[in-house]
């Protein structure tokens, strides 16, 4: 089937006071329909300028996006309304109109549809249902906090049922609780109602949580793309090494020893082979740190060690888990 979102070599220059400004630079992402797609960098990278080329809130200066199978820079700007209406968005700081209750923020983009009031009103009751707000429709959003005005939000976003919702830091403004809480809604979103969402954020951990796919902008430029658990297990550029080893117990790296990070998936655990290890090769090892995460709903683990100073039991140990089929991989202090 033909990806519902289709980016092809995209590029986007900005004309400023200061010069040109290559936000984007020869993009190309394909989403497939019901992706959870992430789309992470540093500040500055092009997320935002990305996923408003989606909608077509910016135009690209060069390339082509596609949303299910129409050709944005070559329809007339009905069919553009139209399928806006389509991708429906959320923001870090929410945007709700702060004069209207929470049932009539809900009720705003029926209305403006041609959906009749009363009509408007029962199914904004539904979406404030689906999003656990059953009992604040009268509330105003000041009255709320901020998950409950991220809820308001996302059941505004999805009412005239979007084939795709864009999230534009939608948690970066939450606690980590409440991010998890949002996170959980928007799976279940996803689940219950087919639609494609795509995630823009600087945290590695909202992709890890929600995200099937990944791609790492850095500079404007498309770094690396891939599954989440694939980039999580063996991360081949700088940019998306330096996201995936966030957390992990890198202030330990600074005496000039080796150190390398295996990656354990479901149906295997660390502490046999790490414990055979030491016993065939009788030399201790130090482990750094060890944590459980859960990518895409499955935990996986990592593990860091540093490996012993005399070279040849080190090379020899890599080899020994290797030819246990784990990834391994020295990491570099200077990712
Ligand atoms: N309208 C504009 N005019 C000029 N430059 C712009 C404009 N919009 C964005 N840029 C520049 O394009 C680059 C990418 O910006 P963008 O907002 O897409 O990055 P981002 O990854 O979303 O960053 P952040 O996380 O800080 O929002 C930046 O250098 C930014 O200054």
Avoid at 8 to 14: D, E, H, R
Avoid at 30 to 53: H, N, P, Q, W, Y
């Amino acid at each position: 089937m033909e990806p519902i979102i289709q980016i092809k070599n995209v590029s986007k220059t900005f004309e400023s006071k200061s010069g040109q400004v290559k936000a984007l630079q020869n993009i190309s992402i394909d989403i497939e329909k019901g992706d959870i797609f992430g789309m992470i960098g540093m500040s500055g990278a092009g997320k935002s300028t990305l996923v408003r080329c989606i909608n077509f809130l910016e135009r690209p200066t060069d390339g082509t996006v596609i949303i299910d199978g129409k050709d944005l820079g070559n329809i007339s700007n009905k069919e553009l309304r139209k399928t806006r209406m389509e991708i429906a968005m959320i923001f870090q700081h929410f945007n709700l109109l702060m004069q209207r209750t929470v049932i009539d923020n809900v009720c705003f983009p029926l209305e403006i549809a041609g959906v009749k009031k009363k009509e408007a009103k029962d199914r904004a009751r539904e979406l404030l249902k689906i999003v656990g707000l059953e009992n604040k429709e009268n509330a105003y959003p000041v009255q709320l906090s901020g998950g409950q005005k991220q809820r308001v939000a996302i059941a505004r976003a999805i009412a005239n049922n979007p084939k795709i919702l864009l999230c534009d830091e939608a948690t970066s403004a939450l606690d980590p609780e409440t991010t998890n809480s949002i996170l959980n809604l928007l799976k279940d979103i996803n689940k219950r109602f087919g639609i494609t969402i795509v995630v823009i954020t600087h945290e590695m951990k909202v992709i890890q949580e929600i995200c099937n796919k990944v791609a790492i902008l850095n500079n404007g430029k498309l770094a690396e793309t891939g599954y989440v658990k694939d980039i999580f297990t063996e991360p081949k550029t700088d940019e998306a090494k330096r996201l995936v080893y966030q957390g992990t117990s890198m202030t330990a790296l600074m005496n000039g020893q080796r150190f390398i990070r295996i990656v354990f998936g479901e149906q295997s655990s660390f502490e046999p082979v790490i414990g055979n290890m030491i016993l065939s090769f009788n030399t201790p090892i130090n482990i750094m740190g060890a944590d459980t995460r859960n990518i895409g709903g499955k935990a996986m683990g990592e593990m860091i060690l540093q490996l012993p100073e005399d070279e040849v039991i080190a090379e020899k140990m890599i080899t020994y888990l290797r030819n246990r089929k784990l990834v391994v991989e020295e990491v570099d202090l200077n990712v």
